[in-house]
């Protein structure tokens, strides 16, 4: 697996696959560090993490690792995020949970993130969830601020409407290299709802959250979950057997948006199987398949 660039008018390049630190809970160091070089091993070197994961506690481990192995950092991007407080947390006086874009937040989160990751710069740092009081010139101040400080070197968003998107595009100066969604074969909206035409109108590659529908692929008993995995397995069979993990990431990367998939399992053995969606070839009618499955109805 190669690194590529995210963004046509920038410089940064991610893995193909990315590992999402969301479900990182409580590993020793030296745990942490195995998962990485095995990540590392396969060519995935970009990691997702935001200021709130684990109760703000998910960085605390990844960052006790580069303590401990100083010379991974060099090796891997990191991305994280902020713009979400927490309710109970020391960010919120009220205790209420609410989204927080302004400058004195920003800066906070990105203090919070280079402490707890025990390191000076962010690769890439998202605004996590659209705030609905987000003042798109605050925003840019307060990101040339980071970038000439040498905090963080790129940024973007997460979970942002195309038009909410468009709107931060027309009036920042700094460029947004990469919206965070989620897409999978549980979860088709973005075929629809503009994010991907979105993408590929701007020249970036949008990141995919839960691309595994978070584990409810294999597990989900719903009836739409039971259909979109018996239509799985079918395909799966016609393509020789291969998992299931591999055709629901395939059928992501067959979009000409060119999305990098965030996978959130922390086992090796899943990683490696993941890493190998890159060689399954499905064809679009097989695509289609997929696709009706989840919406439950016919194309029109
Ligand atoms: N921007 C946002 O708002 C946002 C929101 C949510 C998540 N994220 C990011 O996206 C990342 C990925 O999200 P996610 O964890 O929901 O992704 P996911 O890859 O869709 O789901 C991961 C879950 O699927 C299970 N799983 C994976 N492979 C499996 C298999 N072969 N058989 C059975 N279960 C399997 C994993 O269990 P095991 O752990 O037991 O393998 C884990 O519970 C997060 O870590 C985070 O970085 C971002």
Known sequence: MKKVKVARHSELEL???ILGFWRLKSLEANEVIHLINHALSLGISSIDEADIYGNYQSQTYLGRALKEQPSLRDKIQIISKGGIVLSGSRFSKSGIGFYDTTEKHLMQSVEQCLSDLQTDYLDLFLIHRPDVLMDPQVIDSAFKKLKQQGKVLHFGVSNFTPSQFDLL????ETPLVTNQIEWSVLHHQPVYDGSLDSALKHGIRPMIWSPLGGG???TGNSPKQIEVRKV???????LGGIALDQLALAWI?????KALPVIGTLKTERISSAAKAFDVNMNNEQWYRLLIASQGAPMP
Request: aromatic fraction near 4%; proline fraction near 5%.
């Open 216 to 218: 409810q692929l294999f």
């Open 253 to 257: 990367l067959k979009h000409p948006a």
């Open 15 to 17: 893995s193909e696959l």
């Open 169 to 172: 595009c027309s009036q920042m």
């Open 232 to 238: 799985m397995q079918d395909i799966s069979e016609e």
